[in-house]
Each structure stands twice: as structure tokens, then as C-alpha cells.
């Protein structure tokens, strides 16, 4: 049984924003006072979680924000995070490098990367997704979608979705086990069909989840979060550059979505630039580690994704 259907989401994402922030603060209050305070802050030093932090202080200033220094993010990121208040810093156990050579490279999407890694090992579930078909055999419709993806099967190197839960989700969770506190996300149900999904099936508030997770700005878009960020003036990384006005929307004038770095995921479906080709030119000497050293080359010149200017 869904929290909300599609209709749900698209009218509460139709919201006014004075509306969302409303909203957003009643589920930063329900979280905080259900667990009698023992929460954080999940904090990238992205627009999102930089929104969601003041949100979360603007009613409970003592809430500590926790950054995972996984190596892979922007350094203006990280700087950001520095310069920013109580911040409790957490490394992963593996760097991006063992990773890689452990598990493989995260490309096109995690859905196919996690069909991929199964598939080369035999999964006869993976097998069948990336074949196009049902469990009896029958073409699925769903599944269609990954057929394309076959071809990188036969890479000469490995695939995988575990990097984020690696690198990302493992830290949060063991701190949240050691401390008790519970995590507050910034991650937006428009992002990707995945975390549409996600928020459908539980809400803002999933306190009935195996690892409970709270998502206050789930309903949120990107335009309410750079607006939030205008009207506020509150300071946010200078990765992003000036908020302007084009055509009637708000954009970024740097970087329009961070993340980690050399994360390959969704890259195919950029326009161009895309995020690696501008990387050259505003961080080379990162763009010239990950493309050379670490091998992200000749991942993109396999599925044909340019990544020079």
C-alpha cells in the first residue's frame, strides 16, 4: 500500500513554497519530537541538504549535521562543510579506489549497474531483466529498458551500484547505530524514478522502515530549493556559482547538481557539457585523476559519453 500516488505527489509538488516550508517544518517537528531529540542532519554541502539544515536549525539549532568526507566531493564542498557549525565528520572504510577494484564502476543508472554485477555472476533474475523478460520467459515491459544495456556485460571492467552504499550509506549507518540518532535526508522525489518511488511507498516520515529515514522536502523541486535559497540569502558552497533568472526559471551559474564527483551515473543523458567535460575545465587536475588514473576514460569511451571539452 503506496503512502501516495503520482496525482499525490504531483499536487503537493504544485504547492506554493510558503506552503512547502510549512509542511517541511511540521515533518522536522514530528521526526525530532519522536525521537526525543537524538537526530542529524545528513549534510552533502549540497543546495538541498544546505536548505535542509537551516530548516531543521531554524526550529532546533543544537542538531548536528553529519558530512561523510568520502574523497569524491567537490572542494568547495568540503570547505563548505568546514566553514559550517557543528558538523561531525565521517570517512568510509573503503576509498573510491578499493571500491572500483572491489566491486566496480557506478554507470548509467543503479538499477542497470546492480543487473549488470548480478548477471556476471550468474544471477538468473539479473539475466533475465537485462533479457527483457518475465520470470516464465514472457517479454516484460518493465524490463525493457535494460536490454540496451546488455552490451556491458562484456566490458572489460566490472559494474556495480555499491559505491553509495559503500561509500555513503554504510558511515551513516554505523553512526547511527553507535549514537542512536536519527537521520534527516535531503533527497528530492523528483530526482530520479527511484526516489519517486521511495517517497510514494513511505512519505516524508518512514518510522516503520527496517533503518527509519526521514525526507521533510521530498515534494520539494529544484526551483523551490534555489528560491529558498534567494529569498533566504542564506550562505550555500560557491561550487553553484550566482542564482540567475533565464526564461522564467532559476538557475545556477557554476555547477547545477554536485554529488560526488566522479560519479558516472545519469551522465549519458546530460547535454553537453556535461558534468565531466565542464570538470575539465573548472577542476582539471581532478577531471585528469579520475579520468586517467582512476580509469573513468575508458568506462566513458565504452558506452560512447564524451568527457573532454
Known amino acids: 500500500m503506496k503512502a501516495y500516488t503520482h496525482e499525490d505527489l504531483k499536487i503537493m509538488q504544485a504547492w506554493p513554497l510558503e506552503r512547502k516550508i510549512q509542511v517541511t517544518q ?18 552533502s554541502s549540497g543546495k538541498d541538504s544546505t536548505v535542509l539544515l537551516d530548516l531543521v536549525r531554524r526550529a532546533f539549532p543544537e542538531v ?7 574523497g569524491l566531493e567537490y572542494p568547495e564542498n568540503r570547505e563548505f562543510a ?9 570517512r568510509p572504510e573503503l576509498s573510491f579506489t578499493k571500491v572500483i577494484e572491489q566491486y ?3 554507470v548509467i543508472s543503479k538499477d542497470v549497474a546492480k543487473r549488470i554485477y548480478y548477471a556476471r555472476r550468474g544471477s538468473k533474475w539479473a539475466i533475465r531483466h537485462l533479457n527483457g523478460q518475465n520470470s516464465d520467459g514472457s517479454p516484460s515491459w518493465y ?5 540496451r544495456w546488455r552490451f556491458l556485460l562484456d566490458a572489460p571492467f566490472s559494474v556495480s551500484d555499491r559505491c553509495c552504499a559503500v561509500m555513503k550509506e554504510r558511515p551513516l549507518q554505523k553512526y547511527t547505530r553507535a549514537t542512536g540518532s536519527m537521520q534527516i535526508l535531503g533527497t528530492l522525489a523528483c530526482e530520479s524514478t527511484r526516489r519517486t518511488d521511495a517517497y510514494l511507498k513511505t512519505g516524508c516520515n518512514a518510522f516503520h522502515k527496517a533503518i527509519p529515514t526521514s525526507q521533510p522536502m521530498g515534494f520539494w523541486l529544484e526551483q523551490d530549493v534555489l528560491r529558498y535559497l534567494q529569498m533566504t540569502g542564506i550562505p550555500y558552497s560557491p561550487v ?7 526564461n522564467g526559471r532559476l538557475m545556477t551559474t557554476g555547477v547545477q547538481r554536485t554529488g560526488c564527483m566522479f560519479c558516472m551515473f545519469a551522465l549519458h543523458l546530460e547535454k553537453q557539457p ?11 587536475k581532478q577531471h585528469n ?3 586517467n588514473k582512476l580509469g573513468c576514460g575508458q568506462v566513458l569511451d565504452y558506452i560512447g559519453v564524451p568527457y573532454m571539452p
Open 289 to 291: 585523476f579520475c579520468v
Open 143 to 147: 524490463c525493457q529498458r535494460y536490454m
Open 64 to 70: 548536528p549535521a553529519v558530512f561523510v568526507d568520502t
Open 82 to 90: 568546514k566553514a559550517t557549525p557543528n558538523v561531525i565528520w565521517l
Open 240 to 246: 553553484y556559482g550566482d542564482i540567475v533568472e533565464k
Open 274 to 284: 556535461n558534468r565531466f567535460q565542464r570538470m575539465a575545465l573548472t577542476h582539471p
Open 26 to 43: 511540521t515533518r522536522i517537528l514530528e521526526w525530532y519530537y519522536h525521537y526525543g531529540g537524538n537526530v542529524s542532519v545528513s549534510f
Open 104 to 106: 566496480g564502476y557506478p
